[in-house]
RNA sequence: GCCGCCUUAGCUCAGUUGGUUAGAGCGCUAGAAUGUGGAUCUAGAGGUCCCCUGUUCAAUUCAGGGAGGCGGUACCA
């Protein structure tokens, strides 16, 4: 006999990187979002919103050279053959919205943002391809104290968030340093420049030894595989390790860089720097006094040149959120998490669709990856929200039905989540277990019985549950009924008062 | 993209030096117990052993290829 031929179903299954989302997770995610936007709104920030899809050339990922945009994006074509991607940044929408309503628009414009991006690459540890973002920026807002601004609003929300302070840095560089510095000893191949930048921004993974590696020959992971390196002589290499090891801070007031030394100072140039780097310089320091004076000391927000960033689009100041305790995943591998957030300054973003030059800085929380990072810590307030309370069904006709389905209505316009059972009401047994994994507070009663003596049984699960851990034979459970409980019913419309008081009580209680 | 590990029941995982009927725990369904959650006992359902090709009398097991998952690394707006 030939095997029976199974129907070709399809596979239920998900695309990698995407997942759905329970509601324990949507519950957890809502809270931290509403307590992003208190921290923004508090600050002084609105609320706008942009379309999933932009145009791809908005977006500035247009590549002629391919058929499909789909370098890092999800792309799509309209019928008439333009393309068009799912973003995958708040900020580049952004820059597209102001440039649209540049006339409306009073600038300094300060908003902020929230919402799904989606990126067409490898999912990681904490990486999806689908995301939450949550972003504020400020446009038009050229000077430093918008950056500091910033620094200070991004550490206010990890607080808010429960991440005690210790446990995270906001760390702060200005890019113009970087490449002063670069040039200064003698890297001026572009292409050499962004391999050097690369391997600095891995400082806080693989260390100085790691990054020595990536500055010079180059470095082999742990699976084997080999990372090609900047190919730097080993007085650059030198060099660069030095600065990233200083520091920079004020002892009193705007004007004095106690520790920081010059390329010139350091013997790295004959001539005077270029202008840029001091310049930068002065505006790291400037910010790390504004935010010192406002109770966010150095360790808190804190310089450090080994912060690099996007490398396309940030034109100064960039900052960046991290954790710094170890994330470890389900099966308890510590895990390379990464910045929880981060963002900069992008002069040059808006003036890609107007011309005109636009200062904007701004920057963004990755929901949903600090929310990955809280659940492996379990700091995040996952508890299971109470079920509804059950109206169990023991007799089916018609009169009683509707009297449970009163029952319930009237516990729902008192704010009390409640549902009359509806699954089969045959086995009484299943609707007590029913409201047992719907993690119900209560389940309410009324049989021909107590219907007969104007009377409910209330069972409260919780309590039921405590009293019963005691006890070991089925006998002796059923006949005691742990946490149940009579209460007798009123007359005519005000009938359930005296139920839902209890009933009240109960969820308070518990 | 590259490198490593992994894939057997709904879940976590045993196992087969290539052999007839592939197991456990948990979960699920039913019963003991038709008006009482848990614990207990009994029974039951549930499998393309990831897929394809090859070697073989015989492949879940071996070989090659592919897919998916996890991790590392590269890229990252």
């Not at 962004?194 to 180059?218: H, N, P, Q, S, W």
């Not at 409260?460 to 009579?486: C, H, M, S, Y």
Request: hydrophobic share 35%; glycine share 10%; proline share 4%.
């Amino acid at each position: 006999m030939a095997k029976k031929q199974k129907p070709n179903r399809p596979k239920a299954r998900l695309p990698r990187g995407f997942g759905d989302r329970q509601s324990a997770e949507i519950r957890a995610t809502n809270q931290m979002v509403e307590k992003i936007r208190e921290v923004y709104e508090r600050y002084g920030f609105d609320p706008i919103e942009t379309p999933f899809l932009e145009f791809t050339d908005a977006m500035g990922k247009f590549l002629p050279d391919t058929d499909r945009p789909n370098a890092g994006v999800f792309s799509l074509q309209d019928e008439d053959d333009q393309w068009m991607s799912l973003r995958y940044d708040l900020t580049a929408p952004l820059a597209r919205h102001v440039a649209q309503n540049f006339n409306q628009i009073q600038m300094p414009y300060r908003t902020y943002r929230q919402g799904w991006v989606f990126r067409n690459e490898k999912p990681g540890p904490g990486r999806f391809r689908q995301f939450m973002q949550f972003d504020a920026d400020s446009v038009g807002a050229p000077g430093v104290q918008a950056d500091a601004e910033m620094c200070m609003m991004m550490a206010d929300t990890m607080e808010a968030l429960g991440i005690k302070r210790g446990d995270y840095v906001i760390r702060v560089n200005n890019r113009k340093v970087l490449d002063g510095v670069l040039e200064a000893i003698g890297v001026t191949d572009e292409a050499q420049k962004l391999t050097v930048l690369r391997a600095i921004d891995k400082l806080d993974k693989f260390g100085v030894e790691g990054v020595k590696l990536l500055l010079g020959a180059g470095r082999e992971d742990e699976s084997g595989d080999r990372t090609e390196g900047a190919g730097l002589d080993e007085g650059q290499v030198l060099k660069i390790l030095a600065l990233l090891a200083m520091t920079i801070s004020f002892k009193s007031g705007p004007g004095t860089i106690q520790t920081w030394k010059t390329p010139k100072e350091l013997g790295w140039i004959e001539g005077d720097e270029e202008e840029s780097v001091s310049n930068a310089l002065y505006q790291l320091a400037t910010l790390q006094s504004y935010c010192k004076d406002n109770g966010y000391p150095s360790d808190c927000i804190k310089i450090d040149f080994s912060c690099v960033r996007g490398l396309e689009y940030y034109t100064g100041m960039v900052y960046e959120a991290e954790l710094t305790f170890d994330v470890t995943n389900e099966k308890g591998q510590k895990v390379q998490f990464g910045s929880v957030g981060g963002g900069g300054r992008y002069d040059g973003l808006v003036s890609r669709f107007t011309g005109q030059p636009v200062p904007a800085t701004g920057f963004s929380i990755g929901v949903s990856r600090l929310m990955t990072a809280l659940t492996n810590l379990g700091k995040l307030d996952d508890a299971e929200m109470p079920g509804p309370v059950v109206v169990c069904v023991m007799d089916k006709d018609v009169e009683s039905l509707a009297e449970y389905q009163k029952m319930v209505q009237e516990l729902r316009d008192v704010g009390i989540r409640a549902e009359m059972y509806q699954g089969n009401p045959k086995n009484f047994g299943k609707q007590l277990q029913y409201a047992d994994k719907r993690n119900s507070p209560a389940a309410i009663i009324q049989g021909s019985d107590e219907r007969a003596r104007k009377v409910v049984q209330i069972k409260d699960l919780v309590a039921g549950k405590k009293a019963a851990a005691a006890i070991k034979d089925n006998e002796t459970w059923k006949a005691e009924r742990p946490g149940q409980f009579e209460v007798a019913l009123g007359e005519g419309k005000s009938r359930f008062v005296k139920l839902i008081e209890e009933i009240k009580k109960l969820i308070k209680v518990n």
